[in-house]
C-alpha cells in the first residue's frame, strides 16, 4: 500500500515538475493571415509585392505574458539586463523585476522594452518579430475592408487614432480597434517593434534625398514613396526611422509572428 | 649746405607725416568692419540661455558682451489646448507654446542645442533653425524619439531674426500643428534701442470641423494640401493677443515687433490699423524700409518692426488679407494708454444732419425693372407684388416674411397691419421710424421710404395681405396716392 502511495506520489511530482519547467502555454491567440499581394509605402515602382502567409498574435504581447517571459529567463530581468540590450528606462513603468504594479496592468501591452528584447520573447514562444511588410499587411486592414489604404478616410481616421494615443497605465489589449482579419489594435493602442524597422528611411532629416537607399525620403512632395498624401504612413515610418534597437519607450510595445 | 639738408629733414618728417595721415586715412574709411567675421570669433564662457515664452523675449544682449556659448534646453511637448471658445486642438509644441519659446543669441556666440523629446509625446520630432549653417539646419542630427534627448552645436554666423520649425515627415503637418519659434541672432553691438519688445508669429490651422465647429478637432490632412485654412490666428490661438491678453504700450514709447510666420501655407500680409512702421527690417536681415503701411512675411520668414506710439488707443495688429483677420482669426490688440494728442488724431468732431436735395431723407432707389405695366387682375396685382418682394423687400423682412427678431418686423401674421392695410402703405411711401410692437415684439428703428410707384406699391402690399398667413384684401393704386399725400398713417414712438 506504502509502494502505491510512493509510486502514485513520483507520478504526480514527475508530471508537476515537467509542468512547471517546460514552457507554459503562452496564451497567444494566433490569427492566420493568407497570403497576398501588396503595395508597400516606400515602393520603387508600382509593382506589389508578394507576402507569403503567416501567424500573427491577435494582441500585442501583454504585461503579464511578458512577466511569465522576465521570469523564466532571468537575464532579461530589468536588474539583469546588459545596457547594450537595453537602455535604462527598460520596463521602468514595472513594480519590480517580476511585480507588475499599478502602472502595468496584466492585459495592457507591455512597453519600454528594447528590440532585443522583443526579438527575444518572439523566439521564447516560437516566432518572430514581423517584417515591416508584414506588419503594414495587416495594418492595411480596416474593420471590414482587407486593403483600405487607399482610403483617404482610413488615412485621416488613423491620423485621428494617433493623435489620441493612450499614456500609461495603459488601457487593456483586445478591446477596440479590431480589423477584418480579426486581429486587434494595429492602430491606435501603442506603435510596435519590427524586425527590419530602420531599413527603410535612412536619412533623420525627413526633407532630404539619401544617397545610399533610393526608398522612402521625404514629406509631401518625395517621389519615392506611391502616395504622399498618406500621412498617417509618414507618421509611422517616422517613428520607426527614430528609433535604436536598445530604445525602451513608453508607446512602444510589439506583437509577434509565426510563419507557416 | 645748410639749407639743403634743412630742407631734407623737413621733406623727410612732411613725408613721414603724409605717410602717417594716409594710413589713417585708409583705416577711417575701412571703419575696422570689414575685419570682422563672427565665424571667427571666439567665445568666452558658457551660460544657460535663457527662453521666453510668447509675446515676451528675453532682455537684449549687452551690446558690450564678448561672444559666448550658450546652452539651449528646449523640450518638444504634444498637449492639448484651446483653439477658441469651446474648440480644442492637439498642438505639438516647442517648449509648451505656440509659438515655441523665443531664443536671443548674438552672432558669433556658440549654441549647444539639447532636444528633449517628453516620453509622454508619442510621436518623434526634430529642429530646423533657419540660424543655422549646416546640414538640414540642425533637423538630421536633432531626430528624437520619445524620452530621449539630442545633442548638437552650431555657431550663429549671420544676424537676423530667423524662425525655426520641426522638420519630421510629415512635415506640413508638423508644422501644421504648431511646432515653430523665432531665433533672433543680434549684430555685434545689438539693435537700436527700444522701450517695448514683442514677439508675435502667424500661423494656419486645418481642423475637421469649420472655423467655430464646437469640440476637440484633429488635424485635416485634404485642407491642408489644399491650403484651405480653418484658423488664422497669431500666438497659435484666437485672441492669443488680444482682449486681456493685448500687448500695452504707453503713448510716447518705441514699440518693435518680431514678427514670425510659421504657416505652413500662408504668405502674412501684416498691417496694424492706426499705425505706421517707421522702421521696417525687410524679412528679417540688414535691409530697412521705413514708414511702411503693411509688410509681406513669406511663410517661413519673419519681419522686425519698429513705431513710434504717439496716441492712445486700440492698435490692431492684422493679416491684412481681410477675411483671414475678421473670419479666421488673424487679430491682434496693442492697447495704448496716455495723453491723446488731437493735432495728430482729433477723434471725430461732429455728426450732423445731410440732406441730399429734394428734402427727402431716407430713401433708396426704386426696384429694379420698374415697367409701368398694370395689374389687370387680382391674381395678376399678387404676381407682380411677388416681384416687387423679392427685389426690395424680402432683403430685410426675409423670404418667409418672418423678418429679423429685434432688427426687422414680421409681416408674416402681422397685426401691425392687419386691421390698417393703409399703415403697410404708409410705412412705404414714407417710411417708419420709432417704437412699434408689431405681434407683441417691439421694434425700434427706421424703414427708410421706398421709390416705388403708385402700381408697384398697391401691388406688394396686395402680395402681402395674401401671403405670409395674412387674411387677404387688395389695394389700389388710387388708395395709395391717397396715403401719399396724407402724410405718414402711423408716426410710431408708442
Known amino acids: 500500500m506504502i509502494r502505491l502511495h510512493y509510486i502514485l506520489i513520483s507520478i504526480f511530482l514527475l508530471v508537476g515538475c515537467s509542468v512547471l519547467l517546460s514552457e507554459p502555454p503562452s496564451k497567444i491567440e494566433w490569427i492566420s493571415i493568407p497570403s497576398g499581394e501588396f503595395y508597400p509605402f516606400f515602393a520603387d515602382t508600382v509593382k506589389p509585392i508578394t507576402i507569403d502567409g503567416f501567424f500573427i498574435s491577435s494582441t500585442q504581447i501583454t504585461n503579464s505574458q511578458f512577466l511569465r517571459f522576465v521570469k523564466s529567463n532571468p537575464k532579461w530581468r530589468r536588474s539583469k539586463i546588459k545596457t547594450i540590450f537595453a537602455e535604462s528606462s527598460y520596463l521602468h513603468y514595472w513594480e519590480s523585476d517580476t511585480t507588475l504594479g499599478i502602472n502595468a496592468p496584466p492585459n495592457a501591452p507591455v512597453v519600454a522594452v528594447s528590440w532585443f528584447a522583443a526579438s527575444a520573447y518572439c523566439t521564447w514562444v516560437g516566432g518572430r518579430l514581423p517584417d515591416m511588410s508584414e506588419w503594414e499587411y495587416v495594418a492595411s486592414a480596416s474593420k471590414n475592408k482587407k486593403n483600405a489604404y487607399n482610403d483617404e478616410s482610413f488615412s485621416s481616421t488613423l491620423l485621428r487614432m494617433y493623435e489620441k494615443l493612450p499614456k500609461i497605465p495603459l488601457p487593456n489589449v483586445g478591446e477596440k480597434f479590431k480589423n477584418y482579419y480579426g486581429v486587434y489594435d494595429m492602430h491606435g493602442l501603442v506603435w510596435e517593434w519590427t524586425r527590419d524597422f530602420n531599413s527603410v528611411i535612412v536619412s533623420t532629416d525627413s526633407r532630404e534625398k539619401t544617397n545610399q537607399d533610393g526608398k522612402l525620403f521625404c514629406a509631401a512632395g518625395s517621389i519615392g514613396n506611391v502616395d504622399p498624401s498618406n500621412y498617417s504612413a509618414f507618421v509611422r515610418y517616422s517613428m520607426w526611422s527614430s528609433l535604436q534597437a536598445k530604445f525602451c519607450l513608453r508607446n512602444l510595445g510589439f506583437r509577434c509572428v509565426k510563419d507557416i | ?494
Open chain 2, 1 to 494: 649746405m645748410g639749407f639743403e639738408m634743412c630742407s631734407n629733414k623737413n621733406k623727410l618728417s612732411f613725408s613721414i607725416l603724409l605717410g602717417m595721415i594716409t594710413a589713417l586715412l585708409f583705416t577711417a574709411c575701412d571703419g575696422g568692419k570689414s575685419d570682422y567675421n563672427p565665424a571667427n570669433e571666439k567665445v568666452t564662457g558658457e551660460s544657460i540661455a535663457e527662453l521666453t515664452l510668447p509675446p515676451n523675449v528675453p532682455a537684449p544682449i549687452d551690446p558690450h558682451r564678448a561672444a559666448t556659448k550658450l546652452i539651449v534646453n528646449m523640450e518638444v511637448l504634444e498637449k492639448e489646448g484651446k483653439m477658441t471658445d469651446g474648440v480644442t486642438y492637439t498642438y505639438w509644441t516647442f517648449g509648451g507654446s505656440v509659438p515655441g519659446q523665443f531664443i536671443r543669441v548674438r552672432e558669433g556666440d556658440e549654441v549647444e542645442f539639447h532636444l528633449k523629446n517628453h516620453p509622454d509625446n508619442k510621436f518623434a520630432h526634430n529642429i530646423d533653425l533657419h540660424a543655422v549653417t549646416g546640414q538640414g539646419g540642425g533637423a538630421a542630427a536633432s531626430f528624437t524619439a520619445p524620452g530621449h534627448e539630442t545633442v548638437f552645436s552650431f555657431k550663429a554666423i549671420n544676424p537676423g531674426l530667423y524662425v525655426y520649425h520641426c522638420a519630421t515627415a510629415p512635415v506640413g503637418m508638423h508644422i501644421a500643428n504648431g511646432m515653430y519659434g523665432l531665433i533672433l541672432v543680434e549684430p555685434k553691438g545689438g539693435l537700436p534701442k527700444v522701450d517695448r519688445e514683442y514677439y508675435v508669429m502667424q500661423g494656419d490651422f486645418y481642423t475637421a470641423g469649420r472655423n467655430g465647429e464646437a469640440g476637440h478637432q484633429p488635424f485635416d490632412m485634404d485642407k491642408a494640401l489644399a491650403e484651405n485654412p480653418d484658423y488664422v490666428v497669431f500666438n497659435g490661438s484666437v485672441g492669443a493677443i488680444a482682449g486681456d491678453n493685448a500687448l500695452t504700450a504707453k503713448v510716447g514709447e518705441t514699440v518693435r515687433l518680431y514678427v514670425g510666420n510659421g504657416g505652413p501655407n500662408l504668405v502674412s500680409s501684416f498691417h496694424v490699423i492706426g499705425e505706421i512702421f517707421d522702421d521696417v527690417y525687410i524679412e528679417g536681415g540688414d535691409m530697412k524700409n521705413h514708414n511702411v503701411q503693411t509688410t509681406l512675411i513669406p511663410a517661413g520668414g519673419a519681419a522686425i518692426v519698429d513705431f513710434k506710439v504717439d496716441v492712445p488707443g486700440t492698435f490692431i495688429l492684422v493679416d491684412h488679407s481681410i477675411f483671414r483677420a475678421f473670419n479666421k482669426g488673424a487679430l491682434g490688440m496693442l492697447k495704448v494708454t496716455g495723453d491723446e494728442n488731437k493735432t495728430i488724431f482729433s477723434g471725430q468732431m461732429e455728426d450732423k444732419v445731410y440732406m441730399a436735395e429734394g428734402g427727402r431723407s431716407l430713401t433708396l432707389p426704386s426696384a429694379k425693372g420698374s415697367t409701368e405695366q398694370l395689374a389687370g387682375s387680382k391674381a395678376e396685382r399678387i404676381k407682380m407684388g411677388e416681384n416687387v418682394y423679392k427685389n426690395l423687400c424680402q432683403a430685410c423682412h426675409q423670404p418667409d416674411g418672418k423678418g429679423m427678431k429685434g432688427v426687422f418686423p414680421p409681416l408674416a401674421k402681422s397685426d401691425y397691419f392687419a386691421n390698417d392695410p393703409n399703415k403697410a402703405i404708409s410705412a412705404i411711401v414714407h417710411g417708419l421710424s420709432g417704437k412699434i410692437t408689431v405681434n407683441g415684439e417691439v421694434f425700434n428703428s427706421a424703414m427708410p421710404a421706398q421709390s416705388l410707384s403708385d402700381e408697384e406699391v398697391a401691388n406688394v402690399v396686395t402680395f402681402l395681405l395674401n401671403n405670409f398667413g395674412n387674411k387677404g384684401g387688395e389695394v389700389s393704386p388710387d388708395q395709395v396716392k391717397k396715403v401719399r399725400s396724407s402724410g405718414t398713417v402711423d408716426k410710431g414712438g408708442h
